[in-house]
């Protein structure tokens, strides 16, 4: 193996930043998913027990069918947010790891 020249040492330096700087920005990004989740989770939870109660109503056919577009549309965004999950844990991963 050669030795390195001060000019390979400073590439390999300026790489070692650039990694750490992404390392960085990646965990920064997980955090952020992290909070995002919890913001829209919470009154997600929220809609979604509210539709399920109305549901339980008597209703018109009209009313019924509003309250279950409701449901359904609030069902897909939990599934959105579980999704930010397998986002946030790879960076959450390399935040550990540093």
Do not use: C, F
């Not at 009313?63 to 279950?68: G, L, M, P």
Request: hydrophobic share 40%; aromatic share 2%.
């Amino acid at each position: 193996m050669e030795p390195q020249t001060p000019q390979g040492t400073n590439d390999l330096a300026r790489l070692n930043a650039q990694v750490a700087d992404y390392e960085q920005k990646l965990a920064d990004a997980a955090t952020l998913v992290a909070h995002v989740r919890h913001e829209i989770n919470n009154p997600l939870a929220a809609l979604l027990g509210q539709a399920q109660l109305l549901l339980r109503e008597e209703l018109s056919e009209r009313s019924r069918k509003r309250a279950e577009t409701i449901e359904s549309q609030a069902k897909r965004i939990q599934e959105i947010v579980g999704e930010l999950r397998e986002i946030q844990l790879p960076a959450a991963a390399v935040n550990r790891q540093t």
